[in-house]
């Protein structure tokens, strides 16, 4: 008994499994957490070394350069970069996506170990460095204040940061932009020269003051006492009564040589929220925890904790990565339902009848929520990736049903009764379902192994489109014929209310039937017009891809709510100034633009405990980073990428600011963004590589919609140095080191002791006092002591001279290089290169440079070849699947047709809506070779049925194509319409699936118009050739029997 | 003694076995899956995916005078539909046990 024959039998069993099916995915529905991405790990490791004291060309040639040359036989590896500077080398290894990781750091490690021998003594250990997603900040919290500024450290430390990062998956709670607080002792280099004091020595002092020890224990009597001594200062004050030493029989005190400051550090980041100062707490979660979760959770913890806050100090989101996402989610459900809506009155407007339609609608719900079982059983989560193929998949889970459905109808309207005509239906399109479906899947299946930053992406979306279609087309084989079986009547009485309604529909489609019929007809007793027509139409629909009316990028800019950016002043500028430039800004943006829901700025050095902002942001007194977040997409008209070009534009009015660049796009999300087109140049002489850079910087700007151009080698940045003549210090009875130490030791201060209050510890600084440490002549009178104790003054050692540094110098796959990049804004990337490399073109570059293009460029260009390669196995697939269906190598290759005229739906509907081709749309297209045979093979299969029932050539075709209409347009309109929410959708994230939508329905229905037609021609075609072959053949055989005998 | 060969489309099952029934018909043999063809209309029963109907078809020996209902009763189940089809052939039997 065949399964849909056990399926009518037994509707119970039948129906209970599938009920089950149902509960099973409910339960993992809710479990599933929610996320934006599907887990992506990232490819990035970074292995960072120090070498004290070297120059950037001394690191690059003795540190960076073996291990590079060690590193670049890791396998799988795809780039290493590395960057050379002062005193550190830092080499960063890209991997392919959907590696593991801990495999490759193993691996690096043991590189590593091989070269360790061969590095320079002074050099340090190499650290291995993953970057990972889960780096991404989960939340940014600004704290604003005004008299608790002082203490905001210490309070955000203990009542904000303790308890979130309490949170369960809260990985690191971070402050940066608050001052700690510093006891610092300023000395008058006048007065203490005077009394013959150092300040190595003022600071031993202090050490020496500053200490609690344990005297042992002793035996009093009967008991055991501890004996201590408790020498800690308890307040900073007391340093200054400190006995430093004696000078013509008097004590000197610490206040008689220097000033002590309870005061915060100096040197520090400062940022700024809506312009008011504060502070800015960055959560970052631990691997693996869930974004959305964590934030939940530190939401609803923040009033709580603002409770307990001084009065003064605000707390408020600026960036909630989680926002972001559920937004998304929600706006890609809500396209769900949707399409759900419009699959069902496509259905019920094509049969007609309640019953029918429940019965199809059915299988969406239950193959969809399958899906939900395998998310819940792979540790998946409802993401992008996810919830888009649940609509895309909406379209196509109902036409197996459809089909079957529909063939049993036509069998109950024959005479049968309905358990015979479900049985006998389901059987007539079994093998055209199941091919169909086989199709689908070899379409989507291959995705599973694509490679690369679209494997990661698209491999969910296979596996889930994947399950979907199987499940439905189980659906369709046994729970519809079984429906129909228990519902379907063989003249459902209708109402009169209904017949108005449904009477014009039918009329309708009735006559469009006969119509179709009748131009079926036609078409094939005039197959080579219709084929004149078809190839010029394919070739018409070119046109708009071969003259460049329809651009390529690689990913679609995705409006994020966020513009962020940074501003250089020239180097050196004092960080005072720069908040300045940056608070008028500020002020200007906040009134200009209503669409700015919150600014928030830092500007300075950020302190060397801060790892994210060290690591992650530029910084230094001249640069001031911007954050801006605009209200929700649909209370703003104009996008973030109009924002950002007018921010771009303020900016570039203000001549003090040297460089800037702004960015769509938080940062904080992977994808999305604008592209960037980077040109590399690669040389070893820094003379020849900085021409041709300044040239690229001086033409690209010109270039139409390019914008934000910077070059990736930093400015020579001036600098002091002290030139220490070797014999002067040798006859002093110095050397360089202990001469050097002794100007550390003044301007960047000692770190003499630590103050320790409450529980927390703070550094008591000995340093000169701000008024000496201001020009050169302050330089030059410090005074050194030897170990005779006889003092010299600097500029009797040496000189003190301007000079520029080096610049940090940048590899990548082990050559010197420069990057000019610049973000694409306003053209698409096709046209921006081609313009870019006119450009090239024109520079003379000397012979030892050369030059490529990358960015966004290089990885749609890998991802194209990838995806590519893809669509090619996909299309032999298909063929594969179609052929082993038919048995035959001609049927496959006249559905086949129906491709290309999928391919001008796309450029057509791409050229019409004014999008790019982009790595979406090729996902799309590929898609679409899926979906277009699966009309063809409706047909072919009916057409080839009606001539084993002995029709002729043209009467099979004829009544098998009329036949068949219905199916086929429904199959087609209901991935259309199921699409077309995708396409309509304004939601956040969309501009991200928009594309590809847009190309299936554009494709679709060219593709389904065309094939209605062509395929029919083609068929009658093929099969004339080919009986007349057999005839021939018969012939032929005929009249050798004759001639035989 | 008569016997009756119907040979019908599997649809038809239940419909058959009521009209023995109604008869006072208790013994038949018969084969689920027969295919078959109309000598003149109706579609074949190959079970093919062309023609993808069967037949099923019923022998039973029945006394003579029930012969003409039945044979009656099926003819106007046969009118119900024309594409399903149902043949019933008469002959005599001689003897039994």
């Given at each position: 008994?065949?399964?849909?024959?056990?399926?009518?039998?037994?509707?119970?069993?039948?129906?209970?499994?599938?009920?089950?099916?149902?509960?099973?995915?409910?339960?993992?529905?809710?479990?599933?957490?929610?996320?934006?991405?599907?887990?992506?790990?990232?490819?990035?490791?970074?292995?960072?070394?120090?070498?004290?004291?070297?120059s950037a060309s001394d690191v690059e040639t003795?540190v960076t350069r073996?291990?590079?040359?060690?590193?670049?036989?890791?396998?799988?590896?795809?780039?290493?970069?590395s960057t050379s500077k002062e005193?550190r080398s830092i080499?960063?290894?890209?991997?392919?996506?959907?590696?593991?990781?801990?495999?490759?750091?193993?691996?690096?490690?043991?590189?590593?170990?091989?070269?360790?021998?061969?590095?320079?003594?002074?050099?340090?250990?190499?650290?291995?460095?993953?970057?990972?997603?889960?780096?991404?900040?989960?939340?940014?919290?600004?704290?604003?204040?005004?008299?608790?500024?002082?203490?905001?450290?210490?309070?955000?430390?203990?009542?904000?940061?303790?308890?979130?990062?309490?949170?369960?998956?809260?990985?690191?709670?971070?402050?940066?932009?608050?001052?700690?607080?510093?006891?610092?002792?300023?000395?008058?280099?006048?007065?203490?020269?005077?009394?013959?004091?150092?300040?190595?020595?003022?600071?031993?002092?202090?050490?020496?003051?500053?200490?609690?020890?344990?005297?042992?224990?002793?035996?009093?009597?009967?008991?055991?006492?501890?004996?201590?001594?408790?020498?800690?200062?308890?307040?900073?004050?007391?340093?200054?009564?400190?006995?430093?030493?004696?000078?013509?029989?008097?004590?000197?005190?610490?206040?008689?040589?220097?000033?002590?400051?309870?005061?915060?550090?100096?040197?520090?980041?400062?940022?700024?929220?809506?312009?008011?100062?504060?502070?800015?707490?960055?959560?970052?979660?631990?691997?693996?925890?869930?974004?959305?979760?964590?934030?939940?959770?530190?939401?609803?913890?923040?009033?709580?904790?603002?409770?307990?806050?001084?009065?003064?100090?605000?707390?408020?989101?600026?960036?909630?990565?989680?926002?972001?996402?559920?937004?998304?989610?929600?706006?890609?459900?809500?396209?769900?339902?949707?399409?759900?809506?419009?699959?069902?009155?496509?259905?019920?407007?094509?049969?007609?009848?309640?019953?029918?339609?429940?019965?199809?609608?059915?299988?969406?719900?239950?193959?969809?929520?399958?899906?939900?079982?395998?998310?819940?059983?792979?540790?998946?989560?409802?993401?992008?990736?996810?919830?888009?193929?649940?609509?895309?998949?909406?379209?196509?889970?109902?036409?197996?049903?459809?089909?079957?459905?529909?063939?049993?109808?036509?069998?109950?309207?024959?005479?049968?009764?309905?358990?015979?005509?479900?049985?006998?239906?389901?059987?007539?399109?079994?093998?055209?379902?199941?091919?169909?479906?086989?199709?689908?899947?070899?379409?989507?299946?291959?995705?599973?192994?694509?490679?690369?930053?679209?494997?990661?992406?698209?491999?969910?979306?296979?596996?889930?489109?994947?399950?979907?279609?199987?499940?439905?087309?189980?659906?369709?084989?046994?729970?519809?014929?079984?429906?129909?079986?228990?519902?379907?009547?063989?003249?459902?009485?209708?109402?009169?209310?209904?017949?108005?309604?449904?009477?014009?529909?039918?009329?309708?489609?009735?006559?469009?039937?006969?119509?179709?019929?009748?131009?079926?007809?036609?078409?094939?007793?005039?197959?080579?017009?219709?084929?004149?027509?078809?190839?010029?139409?394919?070739?018409?629909?070119?046109?708009?891809?071969?003259?460049?009316?329809?651009?390529?990028?690689?990913?679609?800019?995705?409006?994020?709510?966020?513009?962020?950016?940074?501003?250089?002043?020239?180097?050196?500028?004092?960080?005072?100034?720069?908040?300045?430039?940056?608070?008028?800004?500020?002020?200007?943006?906040?009134?200009?633009?209503?669409?700015?829901?919150?600014?928030?700025?830092?500007?300075?050095?950020?302190?060397?405990?801060?790892?994210?902002?060290?690591?992650?942001?530029?910084?230094?007194?001249?640069?001031?980073?911007?954050?801006?977040?605009?209200?929700?997409?649909?209370?703003?008209?104009?996008?973030?990428?109009?924002?950002?070009?007018?921010?771009?534009?303020?900016?570039?009015?203000?001549?003090?600011?040297?460089?800037?660049?702004?960015?769509?796009?938080?940062?904080?999300?992977?994808?999305?963004?604008?592209?960037?087109?980077?040109?590399?140049?690669?040389?070893y002489?820094f003379?020849?590589t900085?021409?041709?850079?300044?040239?690229?910087?001086?033409?690209?700007?010109?270039?139409?919609?390019?914008?934000?151009?910077?070059?990736s080698r930093e400015?020579?940045?001036?600098?002091?140095?002290?030139?220490?003549?070797?014999?002067?210090?040798?006859?002093?009875?110095?050397?360089?080191?202990?001469?050097?130490?002794?100007?550390?030791?003044?301007?960047?201060?000692?770190?003499?002791?630590?103050?320790?209050?409450?529980?927390?510890?703070?550094?008591?600084?000995?340093?000169?006092?701000?008024?000496?440490?201001?020009?050169?002549?302050?330089?030059?009178?410090?005074?050194?002591?030897?170990?005779?104790?006889?003092?010299?003054?600097?500029?009797?050692?040496?000189?003190?001279?301007?000079?520029?540094?080096p610049p940090t110098i940048e590899r990548k796959?082990?050559q010197r290089i420069i990057?000019?990049?610049?973000?694409?804004?306003?053209?698409?990337?096709?046209?921006?290169?081609?313009?870019?490399?006119?450009?090239?073109?024109?520079?003379?570059?000397?012979?030892?440079?050369?030059?490529?293009?990358?960015?966004?460029?290089?990885?749609?260009?890998?991802?194209?070849?990838?995806?590519?390669?893809?669509?090619?196995?996909?299309?032999?697939?298909?063929?594969?699947?179609?052929?082993?269906?038919?048995?035959?190598?001609?049927?496959?290759?006249?559905?086949?047709?129906?491709?290309?005229?999928?391919?001008?739906?796309?450029?057509?509907?791409?050229?019409?809506?004014?999008?790019?081709?982009?790595?979406?749309?090729?996902?799309?297209?590929?898609?679409?070779?899926?979906?277009?045979?699966?009309?063809?093979?409706?047909?072919?299969?009916?057409?080839?049925?009606?001539?084993?029932?002995?029709?002729?050539?043209?009467?099979?075709?004829?009544?098998?194509?009329?036949?068949?209409?219905?199916?086929?347009?429904?199959?087609?309109?209901?991935?259309?319409?199921?699409?077309?929410?995708?396409?309509?959708?304004?939601?956040?994230?969309?501009?991200?699936?928009?594309?590809?939508?847009?190309?299936?329905?554009?494709?679709?229905?060219?593709?389904?118009?065309?094939?209605?037609?062509?395929?029919?021609?083609?068929?009658?075609?093929?099969?004339?050739?080919?009986?007349?072959?057999?005839?021939?053949?018969?012939?032929?055989?005929?009249?050798?029997?004759?001639?035989?005998? | 003694?008569?016997?009756?060969?119907?040979?019908?489309?599997?649809?038809?099952?239940?419909?058959?076995?009521?009209?023995?029934?109604?008869?006072?018909?208790?013994?038949?043999?018969?084969?689920?899956?027969?295919?078959?063809?109309?000598?003149?209309?109706?579609?074949?029963?190959?079970?093919?995916?062309?023609?993808?109907?069967?037949?099923?078809?019923?022998?039973?020996?029945?006394?003579?005078?029930?012969?003409?209902?039945?044979?009656?009763?099926?003819?106007?189940?046969?009118?119900?539909?024309?594409?399903?089809?149902?043949?019933?052939?008469?002959?005599?039997?001689?003897?039994?046990?």
């Amino acid at each position: 008994m065949s399964l849909y024959e056990s399926s009518v039998r037994k509707p119970v069993m039948t129906s209970i499994i599938f009920i089950a099916v149902v509960i099973l995915g409910l339960i993992s529905y809710y479990k599933l957490p929610i996320d934006l991405m599907p887990k992506i790990e990232s490819s990035t490791i970074m292995v960072m070394t120090t070498y004290e004291g070297a120059s950037a060309s001394d690191v690059e040639t003795n540190v960076t350069r073996p291990l590079e040359s060690s590193l670049s036989t890791v396998s799988n590896l795809k780039n290493i970069n590395s960057t050379s500077k002062e005193n550190r080398s830092i080499i960063t290894l890209e991997f392919d996506y959907g590696l593991d990781l801990n495999v490759l750091t193993n691996d690096i490690r043991n590189k590593l170990d091989l070269v360790k021998s061969y590095m320079p003594a002074g050099a340090g250990n190499p650290i291995i460095f993953k970057l990972s997603t889960d780096m991404i900040p989960v939340i940014m919290i600004s704290a604003t204040a005004n008299q608790s500024l002082p203490a905001l450290y210490k309070i955000l430390d203990t009542k904000v940061s303790n308890p979130l990062a309490r949170i369960n998956g809260v990985g690191s709670v971070s402050i940066s932009g608050a001052p700690q607080r510093e006891i610092q002792v300023y000395i008058d280099p006048v007065k203490m020269e005077a009394f013959h004091l150092t300040i190595e020595s003022l600071a031993q002092s202090i050490r020496m003051e500053n200490l609690n020890t344990p005297a042992g224990s002793m035996d009093v009597g009967s008991d055991t006492y501890a004996l201590r001594v408790q020498g800690e200062f308890k307040d900073p004050k007391e340093i200054n009564n400190i006995i430093v030493g004696n000078y013509a029989g008097k004590t000197i005190r610490m206040s008689d040589v220097a000033v002590i400051n309870d005061k915060l550090e100096e040197r520090a980041q400062e940022s700024y929220t809506n312009g008011l100062q504060g502070a800015s707490i960055i959560v970052q979660k631990q691997p693996g925890s869930n974004t959305v979760q964590i934030a939940r959770e530190i939401q609803k913890m923040l009033p709580e904790i603002q409770k307990g806050l001084p009065s003064d100090i605000k707390l408020s989101v600026i960036n909630d990565s989680s926002d972001n996402i559920v937004r998304t989610i929600n706006s890609l459900a809500e396209t769900v339902i949707y399409a759900l809506l419009f699959v069902m009155i496509v259905v019920l407007f094509f049969l007609g009848r309640w019953r029918a339609t429940v019965i199809i609608i059915l299988t969406i719900p239950i193959s969809l929520i399958s899906a939900f079982i395998y998310l819940n059983i792979t540790g998946g989560t409802l993401n992008i990736i996810s919830l888009s193929s649940l609509s895309l998949a909406i379209g196509l889970v109902v036409d197996d049903a459809i089909v079957v459905l529909e063939n049993i109808t036509t069998h109950i309207e024959r005479g049968s009764r309905p358990k015979t005509a479900a049985v006998n239906g389901t059987n007539e399109v079994g093998l055209s379902i199941i091919a169909s479906t086989l199709t689908i899947i070899a379409v989507f299946l291959p995705l599973t192994m694509v490679s690369g930053m679209a494997g990661v992406m698209f491999s969910q979306l296979g596996w889930m489109v994947t399950i979907i279609i199987t499940v439905s087309m189980i659906c369709a084989l046994t729970l519809t014929p079984m429906l129909a079986s228990q519902l379907l009547r063989l003249d459902p009485k209708r109402s009169k209310g209904f017949n108005k309604v449904y009477g014009p529909i039918e009329n309708f489609l009735d006559k469009l039937d006969e119509k179709y019929a009748t131009l079926v007809n036609w078409a094939v007793r005039h197959k080579i017009r219709i084929l004149l027509f078809a190839t010029a139409f394919f070739i018409a629909s070119l046109i708009p891809i071969i003259v460049g009316w329809v651009g390529t990028e690689n990913f679609p800019a995705q409006d994020s709510g966020f513009v962020s950016g940074s501003i250089e002043m020239p180097i050196g500028t004092r960080m005072e100034i720069t908040r300045d430039v940056c608070q008028r800004l500020n002020d200007q943006w906040k009134k200009k633009y209503p669409e700015i829901d919150m600014i928030n700025y830092n500007v300075g050095q950020a302190s060397s405990k801060n790892i994210f902002g060290s690591l992650f942001s530029k910084n230094s007194s001249n640069i001031g980073t911007f954050s801006i977040r605009l209200v929700s997409l649909n209370k703003r008209k104009r996008s973030s990428f109009a924002l950002t070009d007018s921010i771009r534009h303020d900016i570039s009015l203000l001549p003090e600011i040297r460089k800037s660049a702004i960015k769509e796009g938080g940062g904080m999300s992977m994808m999305g963004g604008q592209s960037t087109i980077d040109v590399e140049v690669y040389g070893y002489d820094f003379a020849q590589t900085d021409k041709v850079a300044a040239e690229l910087l001086k033409r690209i700007p010109n270039i139409k919609g390019l914008v934000n151009t910077t070059v990736s080698r930093e400015d020579y940045t001036p600098e002091y140095q002290v030139d220490f003549d070797r014999e002067k210090l040798a006859l002093n009875g110095l050397n360089v080191a202990t001469a050097s130490n002794y100007l550390s030791n003044r301007i960047n201060g000692i770190t003499a002791s630590l103050f320790r209050e409450d529980g927390e510890e703070y550094s008591i600084v000995v340093a000169y006092d701000l008024k000496y440490r201001q020009s050169i002549q302050d330089v030059e009178n410090i005074l050194i002591y030897n170990s005779q104790g006889q003092a010299v003054r600097v500029k009797d050692l040496g000189k003190v001279v301007e000079r520029f540094t080096p610049p940090t110098i940048e590899r990548k796959n082990r050559q010197r290089i420069i990057t000019v990049s610049s973000t694409v804004s306003g053209t698409t990337l096709d046209v921006a290169v081609a313009s870019i490399n006119k450009e090239l073109a024109q520079i003379d570059i000397p012979s030892d440079v050369t030059t490529k293009i990358a960015g966004s460029f290089k990885d749609q260009q890998e991802s194209f070849s990838d995806l590519g390669m893809l669509l090619g196995i996909i299309i032999l697939l298909v063929f594969v699947v179609m052929a082993s269906q038919f048995e035959s190598i001609t049927y496959p290759f006249i559905i086949m047709f129906s491709v290309p005229f999928g391919i001008s739906g796309v450029v057509l509907a791409l050229w019409l809506t004014g999008s790019t081709f982009n790595v979406m749309t090729f996902v799309g297209v590929i898609m679409l070779v899926g979906i277009v045979v699966k009309n063809g093979i409706v047909m072919v299969d009916y057409i080839n049925l009606n001539r084993e029932r002995g029709n002729g050539i043209i009467r099979a075709v004829v009544t098998g194509g009329k036949s068949r209409l219905r199916p086929v347009l429904m199959t087609s309109l209901t991935a259309i319409l199921g699409m077309l929410p995708l396409a309509m959708s304004h939601g956040q994230g969309a501009e991200m699936w928009k594309p590809m939508a847009v190309t299936v329905i554009g494709g679709l229905t060219v593709s389904t118009m065309l094939t209605l037609v062509v395929v029919p021609v083609m068929y009658t075609l093929f099969a004339a050739s080919g009986v007349k072959r057999k005839h021939r053949k018969n012939k032929k055989a005929a009249l050798q029997k004759e001639l035989g005998e | 003694m008569k016997s009756i060969f119907i040979s019908f489309d599997q649809a038809y099952y239940d419909q058959v076995q009521t009209i023995l029934t109604l008869n006072h018909v208790r013994g038949f043999s018969g084969w689920e899956s027969v295919i078959g063809r109309g000598s003149k209309t109706g579609e074949p029963h190959f079970g093919t995916h062309a023609w993808p109907s069967l037949n099923t078809a019923i022998i039973t020996i029945v006394d003579d005078e029930k012969v003409k209902p039945i044979l009656e009763q099926l003819r106007e189940l046969d009118g119900t539909s024309e594409r399903m089809g149902i043949r019933a052939f008469v002959w005599n039997i001689e003897d039994g046990m």
